[in-house]
Structures are given as C-alpha cells and as structure tokens.
C-alpha cells in the first residue's frame, strides 16, 4: 500500500485518535438531533393537525386527489366516501407521551441527512479520491430514497391502510374507536421502515461494485424475490391484514427491479468460468447416459 494511502487512513494516527474522531461524530450527531426534538415539541399544533392526524378524514391529500382525478376520466368511483375516523386516548399519560414520541421519531426522519452526512465525512478520509466521489453521490442517493420511501408510505400506503381497517365493520353495532397509540405506531413504522427498505437499490448498488451481486443473480432469483418481498412486507406492516402487505409489496417489488437495473452486469472472466463449468457439467451428463444406455443394451443382448 502506497504511503499516500496510509495518511488518506490516518494509519499514522493511534486508535485514540480515531476513536476521538468517532466519540465527536456521535456528540454533534445527537446533539443535533435533541435540538430537532425539542423544536419538533414546541409546534405540537402543527404537527398533529397538519401532519399526523389529517389523514383521519376523507379531506386528506390522497383522498381529495382521488376525488379530483374521478371527476377528470369521468369515474366517481374512484372517489372515496366521505369518513372521519374517531380517535381516543385510553391511559392517564397517553396524550403526553404520544407528543414525546412522535416529536422524536420526526425528529429523526428530519436528520437523516445530516447522520448520513456525518457517517460520509467520517470514513471520508480513508477513501481514495474516485472513491470519495462515488460514496457521496451514495450517500445523497439514500437520503433521497429513504425519504421517497417515507412518502411513499405517508401518502400512499397509509392512507389506504387506515381507510381501509378504520372504516371496515363486521357489524354496524360495532363502532371502531382508534387508540393514539394504534394509529401512531402503525403511521410511524410504516414510514420508517418503508424508508429504509428504499434502501434497497443502494445496497444492491454497493454489493454489485465488490462483486457479491451481478444483474444475472438477481434475474435468475426473480422467481424467488415476490416471496421475500411478501416476507419483508408481513415484517414491516405492523398489521396482519392482506390488503396491507399488498400494498407495501407491490413498491418493495418494483424497487428490486431496480436494483438489477444499478447492478453492474457479470465480470467476462466470470462468465467465461461458469460457461466452462456448465460445459464441463453437459459432457459429463451425456457420458453417463451414454455408459447407462450401453449398460441396457448388454442387459437386453444377455
């Protein structure tokens, strides 16, 4: 290794020192992070009556854009009905802690860039300069999956969902009454997790460039990969419903068609090796048939 690249990995600096560099990535990263969070508790109004809750009525973005885009191709179907779900608080310190919560976890989503930043200056010193160009454009490409992951999620797949099993009755003498922690814990793992499951084109990305993943891989295993994104939704979806996995599916699936898309096709030297290997498999194939079909017919001449 050249001594360039020594001083780029700091190798000349003790473990303390990078250890140093670690402990002040982490304090500027939480640092920042409890600011958001106390900023984020100070506007509860808006968070919770522009953010949070309107997705409880039939006004909400999605539903109106629905209504908007029926009346354009002349199908009012497309149009929900009207429906405001109820909302209730079942313990003494519900409400309090409800605010808590979701002023971090917004908090969090917030930051993203800024922890992804921090991450890429910290291993920044160790790359080489095309490196460097590469991983950043990586780490801006996450920041803008993970946050189309979350609207995704937000616009999209909650509101259906919500609508969906929040208006759904076995029996009109049965009212749904949705507990604040219900609806902030469904909202708030389906926009996380479908946030870092956009992810997935990125990792793919990574894996392809160190040779671990190649597009023939991936299009070879595409008959396997509805069942793993079945899996992955049923793991992300706080809720066991069909609808729901379905609905988170169907864009995990089109992110993995992606992926083969980023993914860099299979080294020559690869594919030079398998084709000699898939040779080398047929001639000893057809050497058996040949022997097992000469045994037959000495049993049949005997």
């Given at each position: 290794?050249?001594?360039?690249?020594?001083?780029?990995l700091?190798?000349?600096?003790?473990?303390w020192?990078?250890?140093?560099?670690?402990r002040?990535?982490?304090?500027?990263?939480?640092?920042?992070?409890?600011?958001?969070?106390?900023?984020?508790?100070?506007?509860?109004?808006?968070?919770?009556?522009?953010?949070?809750?309107?997705?409880?009525?039939?006004?909400?973005?999605t539903?109106?854009?629905?209504?908007?885009?029926?009346?354009?191709?002349?199908?009012?179907?497309?149009?929900?009905?009207?429906?405001?779900?109820?909302?209730?608080n079942?313990?003494?310190?519900?409400?309090?802690?409800?605010?808590?919560?979701?002023?971090?976890?917004?908090?969090v989503?917030?930051?993203?860039?800024?922890?992804?930043?921090?991450?890429?200056?910290?291993?920044?010193?160790?790359?080489?300069?095309?490196?460097?160009?590469?991983v950043?454009?990586?780490?801006?490409?996450?920041?803008?999956?993970f946050?189309?992951?979350?609207?995704?999620s937000?616009?999209?797949?909650?509101?259906?969902?919500?609508?969906?099993?929040?208006?759904?009755?076995v029996?009109?003498?049965?009212?749904?009454?949705?507990?604040?922690?219900?609806?902030?814990?469904?909202?708030?793992?389906?926009?996380f997790?479908m946030?870092?499951?956009?992810?997935?084109?990125?990792?793919?990305?990574?894996?392809?460039?160190?040779?671990?993943?190649?597009?023939?891989m991936?299009?070879?295993?595409?008959k396997?990969?509805?069942?793993?994104?079945?899996?992955?939704a049923?793991?992300?979806?706080?809720?066991?419903?069909?609808?729901?996995?379905?609905?988170?599916?169907?864009?995990?699936?089109?992110?993995?068609?992606?992926?083969?898309?980023?993914?860099?096709?299979?080294?020559?030297?690869?594919s030079?090796?398998?084709?000699?290997?898939?040779?080398?498999?047929?001639?000893?194939?057809?050497?058996?048939?040949?022997?097992?079909?000469?045994?037959?017919?000495?049993?049949?001449?005997?």
């Amino acid at each position: 290794m050249s001594s360039n690249k020594k001083s780029s990995l700091g190798f000349e600096s003790s473990f303390w020192d990078h250890l140093e560099v670690l402990r002040w990535t982490l304090l500027r990263s939480l640092g920042v992070l409890l600011v958001l969070v106390i900023v984020c508790f100070g506007f509860k109004d808006f968070i919770f009556n522009k953010v949070i809750l309107p997705p409880l009525t039939s006004e909400f973005h999605t539903y109106r854009f629905l209504c908007f885009l029926a009346d354009l191709v002349k199908m009012p179907g497309l149009c929900p009905d009207s429906f405001q779900i109820q909302m209730i608080n079942i313990t003494l310190s519900g409400q309090f802690m409800t605010h808590m919560i979701s002023s971090l976890i917004i908090a969090v989503i917030i930051t993203v860039p800024y922890l992804l930043y921090e991450a890429w200056k910290f291993v920044k010193p160790a790359l080489y300069p095309n490196e460097k160009k590469s991983v950043g454009k990586i780490f801006l490409s996450s920041s803008f999956l993970f946050y189309l992951g979350a609207a995704v999620s937000y616009f999209v797949i909650f509101p259906f969902t919500l609508r969906f099993l929040g208006t759904y009755q076995v029996s009109e003498t049965i009212v749904n009454q949705i507990s604040i922690q219900s609806y902030m814990n469904t909202l708030a793992l389906l926009v996380f997790f479908m946030g870092i499951a956009f992810e997935l084109p990125v990792v793919v990305f990574l894996l392809s460039q160190i040779g671990l993943v190649n597009k023939e891989m991936l299009r070879k295993f595409r008959k396997y990969s509805f069942v793993g994104v079945l899996i992955l939704a049923a793991f992300i979806t706080p809720t066991t419903d069909p609808f729901t996995m379905l609905l988170v599916a169907t864009p995990l699936y089109l992110l993995y068609e992606l992926s083969i898309v980023v993914s860099k096709e299979k080294a020559k030297s690869e594919s030079a090796d398998d084709a000699e290997v898939e040779s080398k498999e047929e001639v000893a194939e057809d050497s058996e048939n040949e022997a097992l079909q000469e045994d037959s017919e000495l049993g049949n001449s005997e």
